[in-house]
């Protein structure tokens, strides 16, 4: 477990410095930031890093884009998952690295520096790039820029002056390779080389690779250095660098702000359980949306093995065959069948009264429990896998509806929020990081976490790592 937390940073409550908010990034809604002032700078020593969590795998997803076109220095997660760093000048030469490593974990925050002085004399020291802390040194490809190098960062040379964070310029004006996840505390310094240790550190007890504060770091005084927070909500592309290097919205909006962030990081779906069905999952992994007339099941990215934990949802679409509950670890099936719903034990209401359990065989209950869900209620749902005996609560518009024991062959077990869709019936889900629904009382737990429609029942929390570290 040491060496998977020092590759992939899932938060610790012992951080010392928090950051507070991030960005979310929809790819499907051209969803990013851009700049296209760049003024000159310096070209060849510029160090760029930035924290990420993805939510949507497969795609060209863009951390960093300088230039037009073809013409580029750009830093990218391929649709193999695989990080590219090109580097490119005005003409048609691109020295290109790809890392071995993939870059599928959607459960983790990831940080990558991007470090990069072309008037070294040495090959090694004119571009390093650092993973969580570690400088990366398994390449499948790598190609270093020759000495002296001018890359189209921090220039307007050519007309190259664009500048995309979760997107890329093509064709001069439009856009591509967009982002789906969460980004937080991004900065581009002009003009200085530093190492992964200026923007975080080493936890001394966990190990977990942590952000630092970096609002004191020398950004000097050129147009095209900045640090992204996203900690105004009003002006996400705001710079706090000193140096007011503001960026321009596409598509986003007050709303994207996050608290979903690398030093308290929140559940989310998961698009890497392998069922036969599978959803359309988007907005920062919140939304669940059917695909074909199947009956599709998603899991959450975390379990749960003790502690009271609390989440809402709301449905969407036409009211019957969406289903929400529990279901234990490992891979499973879901049938063709609305009453065979799975393989693993599993416990599920659906929004028209009935509550299934599966284990071995399936019980179903039958209708009536609570009337029907409409689509502008909230379903709460306060797991509680600390008692002697484990239950699942079920809430409508903050009112309890129906208390189940969770059944033997959970009990004692490791279970995960989940969820099946048919056709065109759906959920929205708000684990407090995020919600692409207007919340209107930000209700949080006690500990002051999650944004919620209801507040969570007495001793019940939100599903995130500062609480697992107290209660997990």
Request: aromatic share 12%; proline share 2%.
């Amino acid at each position: 477990m040491e060496a998977l937390q020092r590759l992939h940073n899932r938060g610790s409550i012992s951080t010392g410095f928090n950051i507070d908010n991030s960005c979310k990034f929809e790819a499907d809604n051209d969803e990013h930031l851009y700049v296209t002032t760049m003024t000159s700078g310096n070209r060849r020593t510029w160090t760029y890093s930035i924290w990420f969590k993805r939510t949507e795998i497969g795609f060209t997803n863009v951390l960093i884009h300088f230039g037009v076109n073809s013409h580029v220095t750009r830093m990218m997660i391929d649709d193999t998952d695989q990080l590219w760093i090109d580097m490119c000048d005005t003409g048609s030469t691109n020295y290109r690295s790809k890392t071995n490593r993939l870059f599928r974990d959607t459960s983790a925050w990831y940080h990558v520096v991007l470090r990069v002085d072309t008037t070294q004399g040495t090959e090694a020291d004119r571009m390093k790039v650092y993973i969580n802390g570690v400088e990366e040194t398994s390449w499948a490809q790598h190609q270093i820029p020759p000495q002296n190098l001018d890359t189209l960062a921090n220039t307007t040379a050519g007309g190259y002056d664009s500048m995309g964070i979760g997107t890329y310029v093509w064709a001069g004006s439009s856009w591509d390779g967009n982002f789906s996840g969460y980004i937080a505390q991004v900065a581009h310094v002009d003009g200085q080389s530093y190492a992964a240790t200026e923007f975080g550190e080493f936890d001394d007890d966990t190990g977990i690779w942590k952000p630092k504060d970096i609002t004191g770091l020398t950004y000097g005084s050129s147009n095209n250095s900045f640090l992204l927070d996203f900690s105004n909500s009003s002006d996400l592309g705001n710079d706090s660098s000193g140096n007011n290097n503001d960026w321009s919205l596409s598509n986003i909006a007050a709303a994207d702000q996050a608290t979903d962030t690398p030093t308290n990081n929140f559940c989310t779906w998961s698009p890497l359980w392998n069922y036969a069905s599978y959803p359309t999952i988007s907005e920062g992994a919140t939304k669940v949306r059917i695909d074909d007339s199947t009956n599709e099941g998603a899991k959450a990215t975390i379990g749960l093995t003790n502690g009271k934990w609390y989440w809402e949802a709301k449905p969407v679409g036409t009211i019957g065959s969406q289903y929400i509950g529990i279901q234990t670890d490992g891979d499973s099936n879901i049938y063709s069948n609305a009453n065979s719903l799975l393989n693993n034990y599993t416990m599920v209401i659906n929004t028209t009264g009935r509550y299934y359990s599966y284990s071995g065989s399936l019980s179903e209950s039958s209708a009536g429990q609570f009337t029907d869900f409409t689509t502008s209620q909230w379903l709460g749902i306060a797991l509680d896998m600390d008692s002697g005996t484990q239950t699942i609560k079920y809430y409508k518009d903050g009112s309890l509806i129906l208390t189940r024991d969770l059944i033997s062959d959970m009990q004692g077990q490791t279970v995960f929020p989940f969820l099946v869709n048919y056709e065109n019936r759906s959920w929205d889900i708000n684990f407090g990081g995020y919600t692409i629904n207007t919340i209107s009382s930000a209700a949080t737990d006690a500990n002051g976490y999650g944004t919620f429609e209801y507040a969570p029942p007495s001793g019940y929390y939100a599903i995130c790592t500062k609480n697992l570290e107290e209660y997990g």
